[in-house]
């Protein structure tokens, strides 16, 4: 068992920063892979970074560049420093934590809302 809770959402404008927090209860060295997730209104969730054990990071197309995926070992956290914020950037944004034993099994957070105003 994983419980992710996030933090660190709010109204930015556009041009703006926010930092988001995920703090994991297991230690993040036997997690698999964590990630950053948003869903806005009406449409799919998708992929906004993820790491993995590996070494492996990846970002959506849409935010390379503006976001930063990053984690404090001690602290079990992941976090998704996001510059340069734009309207469309406006979602739930979840944290996503995936443990590989007898078989691969994901985690969510809550989510936290993110609103960037034009």
Do not use: H
Request: proline share 2%; aromatic share 10%.
């Amino acid at each position: 068992q994983v419980q992710l809770v996030e933090s660190g959402g709010g109204l930015v404008q556009a041009g703006g920063s926010l930092r988001l927090s995920c703090a994991s209860s297991r230690s993040i060295f036997s997690i698999y892979a964590m990630g950053w997730y948003r869903q806005a209104p009406g449409k799919q969730r998708e992929l906004v970074a993820i790491f993995t054990s590996g070494g492996v990071t990846n970002y959506a197309d849409s935010v390379k560049g503006r976001f930063t995926i990053s984690r404090d070992n001690a602290k079990n956290t992941v976090y998704l420093q996001m510059n340069s914020l734009k309207p469309e950037d406006t979602a739930v944004y979840y944290c996503n934590a995936v443990v590989v034993g007898v078989r691969a099994q994901d985690y969510w957070g809550q989510g936290t809302q993110v609103t960037v105003s034009s």
